[in-house]
């Protein structure tokens, strides 16, 4: 396989532009709904509503599993699906994903009620805080439905170009949500269970803006039916989605385990100190978490388009971004502590000093945190799911023994020291694995990101040209020259170089604004497959009659053996393939000569 060409990364980057800012958005409403929401739920009830709520947060992280390795693993089996102009399997995927969000929000309404005493005392040791956190824990199985139906629904926006929509409803959501807090806990006097039904009243509300805003927008969720035969695509889509879960779960397990740490080397004023860091983790996820929610659909609409040259620009794009995000958020929690302890109204001298320092030392983890997450969620979209469930467990358990080994040693220091320690042991290993990898796979990988080869082609091509009559003559051109160095007949190297410079005449025919379109030529043994992409409004070659087409669309048809076109996430996206013949004698003789 032999890969060559240049992609400048206009169209991917632009796409990605507008797919990050509603990303974080979004992001930034969840966290409303957990960073926010306790410094609410703090103001409103004191140290205790807030040490009950955070003693609660392991069980809202495993509902959170939930929903995201069904919103997570189904979106991006969808997204991959759309890659390879699938609609039909992709919408059996989206129709089976919440059949099974509806299922598990049920069951686990059900387990939480026939197990609940024994979970209240597991997740509350603390007797004095237990009458309360039992009241939260139930309120919280009653919201479990609505959340997991919702929020698994929410990840399919993206991937449908949709990313402004997922904002909207996340942020109204989560914004109602905290009105509600002051409505059910102040004006009601529910207490911290006020909190729990504030999130299912914001949620409801936000569904219904949902349904209304895809009406409104005409969003294309591909939906089918689905049968016995499809139940196969529900493994598939539990794992792709499984290390982005393992991930929730473990981190709901570690920080069960830490809650406990904390309450036994530091009282409440250690349960208060360490929460604190953990909502600093919130902070962090609106930019961290972003920049990986808005590569995560791009690199499956990409690996279903066999596009890993594409792959590799917006997987260095988001390491970047990360790294950026990483250090300025850590430079900001380094300098202001006092920011996040005077949010939450901490005023006892010893809590504050024992938060401050802590804030400081477990904010380092996320200079490292943040690649090694975004290093999962790409291997899970590149079917590396042993190795993307290998990072996610080593995250969420590994911290664990260094948590008890720090302790020992620091007392409750060495809680907050142990998660940056434990993750930037965790990025090395990545590191290490994927140097080790690459150096004993070099004919499959392009470098130490492990960006993959297209081995399932003769050879590829990858271009960036604007739609100016120049560049598409040189395009086309160069199809043909690449065609033939690659032993490819004349006859259809020319067929080809006639079907790449017709379809970007119509690109630019059909464009409201001049722009870019990228090129992917793929060349297999008995056909030439070329991918156009490009922004903008849809426009279907393949619509209408022949009398309403254009010559050029009919010429298309003649010369090509197959065409298909969708719109996805934004982008125009047609297929044609070209049929490689093998030439008669005469033919051979005559492709010579010219």
Same mark, same amino acid.
């Given at each position: ?44 009830? @004191?140290? $205790? ?21 069904? @919103? ?130 914001? #949620? ?25 035969? $499809? ?30 740490? =904390? ?9 208060? =100190?360490?929460?604190?860091?953990? /909502? ?5 996820? !609106? ?25 590799? !620009? ?32 901490? /005023?006892?001298? %010893?809590?504050? %000093?024992?938060?401050?320092? @802590? ?48 302790? @020992? ?9 142990? #998660? ?14 994927? =140097? ?55 006859? /259809? ?19 409201? %604004? ?63 393939? !070209? ?16």
């Amino acid at each position: 396989m032999n890969e060559k060409g240049h992609k400048s990364g206009g169209i991917l980057m632009k796409k990605y532009r507008q797919y990050l800012l509603p990303s974080i958005l979004t992001s930034l409403a969840l966290a409303l709904n957990e960073f926010v929401d306790c410094m609410v739920i703090s103001n409103l009830l @004191g140290n $205790d509503g807030l040490a009950v709520a955070s003693l609660a947060c392991p069980v809202i992280l495993f509902i959170a599993a939930c929903y995201v390795i069904l @919103g997570s693993g189904g979106s991006t089996f969808y997204a991959v699906l759309l890659g390879k102009w699938e609609s039909e399997r992709a919408g059996k995927v989206f129709r089976m994903s919440m059949i099974m969000a509806v299922g598990t929000g049920l069951l686990l309404l059900a387990f939480g009620w026939i197990f609940g005493t024994p979970l209240v005392a597991l997740f509350c040791p603390d007797e004095v805080l237990r009458p309360a956190f039992s009241t939260y824990f139930h309120t919280l199985l009653y919201t479990a439905p609505i959340l997991t139906a919702m929020l698994t629904f929410v990840w399919f926006l993206p991937p449908s170009g949709a990313p402004v929509v997922a904002t909207v409803v996340n942020i109204v959501s989560n914004c109602l949500n905290l009105v509600m807090d002051f409505v059910y806990i102040r004006i009601f006097g529910m207490g911290v269970e006020g909190a729990a039904w504030a999130t299912a009243t914001g #949620y409801l509300i936000g569904m219904v803006v949902m349904v209304v805003m895809i009406r409104v927008n005409k969003v294309r969720i591909a939906n089918e039916k689905v049968g016995f035969k $499809d139940l196969s695509m529900a493994l598939t889509i539990l794992a792709l989605g499984s290390s982005t879960s393992a991930l929730q779960i473990c981190f709901a397990i570690k920080y069960a385990f830490s809650n406990g740490l =904390a309450a036994s080397y530091g009282g409440r004023m250690g349960v208060v =100190a360490f929460s604190l860091c953990l /909502q600093t983790f919130s902070l962090a996820s !609106v930019f961290l978490l972003g920049v990986a929610d808005t590569a995560q659909p791009l690199f499956a609409m990409l690996r279903g388009q066999k596009d890993y040259v594409g792959e590799g !620009v917006v997987l260095r794009r988001s390491l970047s971004l990360q790294l950026i995000f990483s250090v300025v958020l850590v430079i900001l929690l380094e300098c202001f502590p006092q920011a996040v302890t005077a949010a939450y109204k901490v /005023q006892d001298p %010893e809590t504050l %000093e024992l938060a401050l320092k @802590g804030i400081r030392i477990f904010s380092l983890s996320y200079l490292f945190r943040s690649v090694c997450i975004q290093f999962m969620r790409f291997f899970q979209v590149e079917g590396k799911t042993r190795y993307a469930l290998f990072i996610s467990f080593f995250d969420g358990l590994a911290v664990m023994p260094i948590i008890l080994v720090l302790c @020992g040693i620091m007392g409750i220091d060495g809680l907050f020291l142990a #998660y940056p320690v434990a993750s930037l042991i965790l990025l090395i290993v990545i590191l290490a694995i994927n =140097a080790v990898t690459y150096k004993k796979n070099p004919e499959q990988y392009t470098g130490v990101l492990l960006l993959q080869k297209d081995l399932g082609s003769v050879a590829s091509l990858n271009l960036t040209i604007a739609d100016k009559p120049e560049e598409i003559s040189a395009a086309s051109e160069k199809m043909i020259d690449f065609a033939r160095e690659n032993k490819v007949p004349g006859r /259809q190297a020319f067929r080809l170089g006639l079907v790449c410079e017709e379809m970007a005449v119509y690109t630019q025919n059909h464009r409201k %604004e001049p722009g870019e379109i990228d090129l992917l030529l793929r060349i297999l043994k008995e056909e030439l497959i070329l991918n156009f992409r490009s922004i903008g409004a849809p426009f279907n070659p393949m619509q209408g009659t022949e009398e309403d087409l254009p010559e050029n669309i009919i010429l298309l048809q003649k010369t090509a053996s197959q065409i298909s076109y969708d719109y996805i996430m934004g982008m125009n996206s047609t297929r044609i393939v !070209v049929a490689i013949e093998e030439e008669k004698p005469r033919r051979k003789k005559q492709a010579a000569e010219e």
